[in-house]
């Protein structure tokens, strides 16, 4: 293990997110394709939150270990085909860097370690 990231937020600061009204905050945070999958559901807010902390533990993970930060928009959160998480980092300067991610949330909370193999 190089370094390791972990973050924690509460579910409802991304409560009552819309396209409509808070496309400009999105983007500020997530990229096209992380709003497309968490806009496909019912409700966003855990899919939103959970992300947001796996892009806060990447950049603490980063921080460790090369002491620079990266904008939230640079990072990325998918689900593979077959539904597991993966980060990538839109940034060549972070491209040879390896991750492994965990998400997870319940009712009220979201959490998520990155660490830097």
């Known amino acids: 293990m190089k370094a390791v990231g972990i973050d924690i937020e509460e579910i409802s600061r991304f409560e009552n997110k819309t396209l409509e009204k808070d496309l400009k905050f999105l983007h500020r945070i997530f990229t096209k394709n992380e709003i497309e999958y968490c806009f496909k559901y019912k409700n966003p807010s855990s899919h939103l939150a959970v992300r947001f902390c796996a892009k806060e533990a990447a950049v603490k993970a980063l921080c460790n270990l090369k002491n620079k930060k990266i904008s939230l928009n640079k990072i990325e959160i998918l689900n593979r085909e077959n539904g597991v ?33």
């Open 85 to 117: 998480p993966c980060l990538k980092i839109l940034d060549d300067e972070f491209k040879d860097l390896n991750f492994q991610i965990s998400l997870s949330h319940e009712k009220s909370k979201a959490i998520a370690i990155v660490i830097i193999v």
